[in-house]
């Protein structure tokens, strides 16, 4: 296993009818900034529900934050903080909503430019406004991690940052809040979160058995219910597994010790950006690829993955490795993602400009051995089409 520090501070609110709780985990003399997207929160509730769970705090809103959160609309925030005096921030939405706040609660107290933050990854951020979370779409983790996504439009550019000091105070994760989801939304959370472990999961062995059963853990639940919840969207039990393991996707914890490989976020990030395609479906498109043209690097993790997520012991292990690929792909038709770029009217004259964005964003050489190369990433995307 390789050496690895690790802390996770965010309290979990876990169950129905923990939003009544957050009355108690935000100081009384707060003035809370609550921020949420387009409306799906008005529409189904929950923002009413929070409202009055703080309607003894002084509260503002600010709306309209949109999937794959803007620095354009986020910067709108950060002046409503100054002109208000805001101390405390509550996003209440997906991952978009979250990372946005998380954004803006580090941009508000940001000595410089805040594009600084997003160009530098984080990397000058030495402080933040507090915040929680409620969440509604169980897909990125983002309520118990530490990261952030934000696109700057003007530039076509999506860029990670993270920091410690973007950790949630508390996440509220109410499943019942997920019924609303329509079923693109229930796919795109289940390949996000699945993604999330495979990247953590499938590249090399460094005997860390503990984060390969759990990651093999989250797999399987994954594969169980995500299928399940497209079919029964009220089913409570359903909801809450889906809902607890993808934070557990991605809140540090399979990730500590083990080797990591962000490929396909990092490609798919420029597909988002470029053309507008969901997080999760660009996810769909490059995973499948990504493991094939890696399968080299990936041997050994790719036959226990065969063998451990999808039972597959008997044969030749090329072919054991191919039908687990296969596998995962079909995986994510099934929960109506899909996974050729052809699908999103996309085709081959896109590839040497989302190159060019890589290349731009210093993405030069990703993966566990850091040998994704330009080439190596225009032979994943030629194979995704
Ligand atoms: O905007 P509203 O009206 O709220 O509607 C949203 C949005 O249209 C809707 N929605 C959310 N909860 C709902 C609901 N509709 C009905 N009922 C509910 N309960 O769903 C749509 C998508 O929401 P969004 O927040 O964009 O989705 P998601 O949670 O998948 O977040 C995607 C963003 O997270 C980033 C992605 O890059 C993308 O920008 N990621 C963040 C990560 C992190 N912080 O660690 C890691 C991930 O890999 C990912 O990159
Ligand atoms: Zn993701």
Redesign the pocket.
Known sequence: MLDFNFVNPTHILFGKGKIAEIKERIPAASRVLIT?????????G?LDEVLVALSDHTVFEFG??????SYETLMQAVDMIQTNSIDFLLA????????GT?FIAAAAVFEGDPWDILEKHGEGVLKALPFGSV????????EM???????RISLQA?L?FMSPYVFPLFSVLDPE??????S??IG??VV?AF??VVEQYVTYPVNGKVQDRFAEGLLLTLIEEGPKALANPKDYEVRSNLMWTATMA?NGLIGAGVPQDWTT?MI??EL?AMHGL???QT?AVILPNLLTVCKQNKREKLLQYAERVWDLKEGESDQRIGTAIDKTRNFFEQMQVKTHLSDYGIGKDSIPRLLEQLQAHGLNSLGEQQDVTPDVSKRILERCL
């Open positions: 949420y997207g387009r409306g799906s929160v008005k529409k189904n929950t309209g934050i949109e999937p794959n959160p209440v939405g997906g991952g978009s909503v979250i990372d998380k969440l509604t779409l169980p897909a990125t983790g983002s991690n530490s990261g952030g996504v934000v696109t999506k990670v809040k997920t019924y609303t989801l329509p693109r939304q795109n959370g996000d993604a999330h991605l976020h798919g990030h988002t969901d997080h999760a996810l």
